[in-house]
C-alpha cells in the first residue's frame, strides 16, 4: 500500500510509518500468544479454526479444533464424512449454532467439487464458499495465503482509534487500516494487529505491561484519555496519575536518588524533557508526592534530585 492520502492527517508519512509498521511486527514476532493455527498455512485448518472461533473462545477452540483435525485431517476427509457425524462431533464439543457445521461441511465439497480441491486464494472468492462472511474470507486469505486485506474488527478500532486518533468511522477505520498495513504483508499484519488489541490494547489497556510498540507514537499515551468506541468512560488506572506515582515510586526504591531525566524515562517511554511528558510534567507529579510526604526534592544549582522519604 502507499501512504494514501486519506491516512496522512492521522499516521506518520514516510520513513515514520515504516518504522511503526516494523515496530509492530517485531512485538508480534519477538512473543505472541501460540495458537497452533498460527502455525500453519494450509487454509483448510485455519478455516476450521476461523469457524469454530466465530462462537467460541480462543483458548476453548485449541481443544475442539485439535479432535477435529484428527478426526478428519484434510479437506477430502471432512467432505467424504457423513454430515450428521460432522453436527454431533460440533455439539459434544459445544462448539455453537450447528449450521456452523452443515456449512463447513458443505464448504469442503466445494473445495473438492468446484475448485479440484484446491481452495481459491482471494478473498472474493473465499466469500463463495458456504458460510464464509467476508471477515472469515479475509482472514483466511491472510493467513493462509498472505492475500488479504487489513482486517478491520472492534480490537483493530479500538487501537486505531487510541493510538492515531482515527474518529469512530467505518470508512475512516478501513481507509487507515488499509494504508497502514505493509503490503503484501497481509498474515503476519493482521495477527500483529489484532494480538495488541487483544493483549495490550484492550478495553482496559495495557500499555507498559504489555510493552506496547506504539507508544511513542499513541494518542491515548499521551493524553490519558484511553476511551474508545467501544469503552465510552475512562478505563481505570492504565494512564491514570495513580499509576505514574506508582511507578515513580517504584523506580526510586531502586535507586538512593535520581535526577529528573534519569527519572522520566523509567516512567514513561515517551518522556521527553521539553515536551507534553516532560520536566514540567513530572515536577508536578512529584510536588504531589512530595506533599504526601512520599519524596524528596532537591533543587541544585543546575538540576534537581529526587528521592524517597526516609
Ligand atoms: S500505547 Fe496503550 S493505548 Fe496506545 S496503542 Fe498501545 S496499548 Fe493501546
Known amino acids: 500500500m502507499t501512504d494514501g492520502d486519506a491516512s496522512a ?14 515496530a509492530l511486527i517485531k512485538w508480534y514476532e519477538a512473543d505472541h500468544r501460540a495458537y497452533p493455527w498460527r502455525e500453519t498455512d494450509d487454509a483448510y485448518p485455519i478455516l476450521v479454526s476461523e469457524i469454530m472461533s466465530q462462537q467460541t473462545q480462543l483458548d476453548r477452540v485449541v481443544d475442539a ?6 478426526r478428519w485431517p484434510t479437506v477430502e476427509d471432512l467432505a467424504a464424512a457423513s454430515r450428521g457425524d460432522v453436527v454431533s462431533f460440533w455439539s459434544s464439543h459445544s462448539l455453537g449454532y450447528n449450521n456452523r457445521a452443515k456449512y463447513l461441511h458443505e464448504a469442503a465439497t466445494q473445495v473438492l467439487e468446484e475448485y479440484d480441491g484446491e481452495f481459491p486464494e482471494t478473498p472474493a472468492e473465499l466469500q463463495e464458499l458456504m458460510g464464509v462472511g467476508p ?5 483466511v486469505a491472510s493467513f493462509a ?4 486485506d487489513a482486517v478491520v474488527d472492534t480490537n483493530v478500532k479500538r487501537v486505531l482509534y487510541r493510538a492515531f486518533d482515527v474518529p469512530d468511522d467505518d470508512s475512516a477505520f478501513e481507509g487507515v487500516a488499509s494504508d497502514l498495513m505493509p503490503s503484501d504483508r497481509s498474515r ?12 495490550a490494547c ?3 489497556p495495557n500499555c507498559d505491561t504489555a510493552g506496547c510498540p506504539w507508544r511513542q507514537w499513541c494518542h491515548a499515551y499521551e493524553t490519558g484519555d484511553f476511551t474508545a468506541p467501544d469503552v465510552p468512560t475512562q478505563p481505570s488506572f492504565e494512564g491514570s496519575r495513580r499509576q505514574f506515582r506508582g511507578r515513580v515510586i517504584e523506580a526510586l ?24 511528558h516532560g520536566r514540567a510534567w513530572l515536577r508536578g507529579l512529584l510536588a504531589d508526592l512530595s506533599d504526601d510526604g512520599l519524596v524528596e526534592i532537591a533543587d541544585q544549582e ?3 534530585t529526587v528521592r524517597l522519604q526516609t
Open 9 to 22: 492527517e492521522f499516521l506518520p508519512a514516510g520513513e515514520a510509518r515504516e518504522t511503526v509498521r516494523t
Open 65 to 70: 479444533w485439535g479432535d477435529f483435525l484428527d
Open 135 to 139: 471477515y472469515t474470507a479475509n482472514a
Open 145 to 148: 495465503f498472505n492475500n488479504g
Open 188 to 199: 503476519v499484519w493482521n495477527n500483529a494487529i489484532m494480538e495488541l488489541g487483544g493483549v
Open 202 to 204: 484492550g478495553k482496559t
Open 253 to 276: 526504591g531502586e535507586y538512593d536518588e535520581l535526577t529528573l531525566d534519569e527519572l522520566g524515562p523509567r516512567i514513561r517511554v515517551d518522556y521527553a524533557p521539553e515536551g507534553t
Open 302 to 304: 543546575d538540576e534537581t
